[in-house]
C-alpha cells in the first residue's frame, strides 16, 4: 500500500504558475508509472500528466507546453510544474500510482485559476 500526499495548490492568476507535489510513502524508484489527474466540479476525472521509472513522460493535449511532470526518486517526489496557466485548469489534481495491480490516490490540491 502506498500513501500519497499532494500540496502545492493555491490560487493563482491566468498566466501564473504553480508547482505541485506528491510525497509517496515509499520508494517510488520501481514504481512504473505515476501520473497526475484532475477533476472540476460535475466534471469527471481526467488524466494530466504520466512519467514512468525509465523517465518517458507523456501529457493531455490540453496541457502540452505547458505542464511538465517530472520526479525525485531520492526524496520519493512527483511534481507537475504548471505554467502559463488558465481557467479552465481549475479542479482538485490528484497524484496516482500504480504498483502491481493495485492504484493509489492522493487526497488531492486543489488549484484554482482566476483573477
Known amino acids: 500500500q502506498v500513501q500519497l500526499v499532494e500540496s502545492g495548490g493555491g490560487l493563482v492568476q491566468p498566466g501564473g504558475s504553480l508547482r505541485l507535489s506528491c510525497t509517496a510513502s515509499?520508494?517510488?524508484?520501481?514504481?512504473?508509472?505515476i501520473g497526475w489527474y484532475r477533476q472540476a466540479p460535475g466534471k469527471q476525472r481526467e488524466y494530466v500528466a504520466t512519467?514512468?521509472?525509465?523517465?518517458?513522460?507523456a501529457y493531455v493535449d490540453s496541457v502540452k507546453g505547458r505542464f511538465t511532470i517530472s520526479r525525485d526518486n531520492a526524496k520519493n517526489m512527483v511534481f507537475l510544474q504548471m505554467n502559463s496557466l488558465k481557467p479552465e485548469d481549475t479542479a482538485v489534481y490528484y497524484c496516482?500510482?500504480?504498483?502491481?495491480?493495485?492504484?493509489?490516490w492522493g487526497q488531492g490540491t486543489q488549484v484554482t485559476v482566476s483573477s
Open positions: 515509499r520508494s517510488i524508484s520501481s514504481i512504473y508509472a
Open positions: 512519467i514512468t521509472s525509465s523517465g518517458s513522460t
Open positions: 496516482k500510482v500504480v504498483v502491481g495491480p493495485q492504484s493509489s
